[in-house]
Nanobody
Framework: QVRLVESGGGLVEPGGSLRLSCVAS????????MTWYRQVPGGEREFIAS???????TYSDSMLERFTISRVNAKNTVYLHIGGLRPEDTAVYYC???????????????WGQGTQVTVSS
């Protein structure tokens, strides 16, 4: 009953920017960490950044310069801003979140369905 839905992907020219969104909905008691990954066809899912409920971010070393993660707890939403887009950023971008749904269970990890980002002129 808990869902994550990503949005904001699309076709962008090199050098452009995007803001991806990921919204959690359903029966939610608490959202712990929220995380962004990306995956190219035939490749492994690659960690980009994570953010705690206290808004502390952690980035992959290779993503520090052009990627910014943010979060609005009141909206159960995590964002990923990507600047200076390059063709090699073309991928499906996924979010996940560790979500507590009842006071009797620990958190479980929920994944969204992904949003496609294509960088091309």
């Amino acid at each position: 009953q808990v869902r994550l839905v990503e949005s904001g992907g699309g076709l962008v020219e090199p050098g452009g920017s995007l803001r991806l969104s990921c919204v959690a909905s359903g029966t939610i008691l608490q959202i712990e960490d929220m995380t962004w990954y990306r995956q190219v066809p035939g490749g492994e899912r690659e960690f980009i950044a994570s953010i705690t409920s206290g808004l502390t971010p952690t980035y992959s070393d290779s993503m520090l310069e052009r990627f910014t993660i943010s979060r609005v707890n009141a909206k159960n939403t995590v964002y990923l801003h990507i600047g200076g887009l390059r063709p090699e950023d073309t991928a499906v971008y996924y979010c996940n979140a560790r979500i507590v749904t009842t006071p009797y269970e620990s958190s479980r990890t929920i994944w969204g369905q992904g949003t496609q980002v294509t960088v091309s002129s």
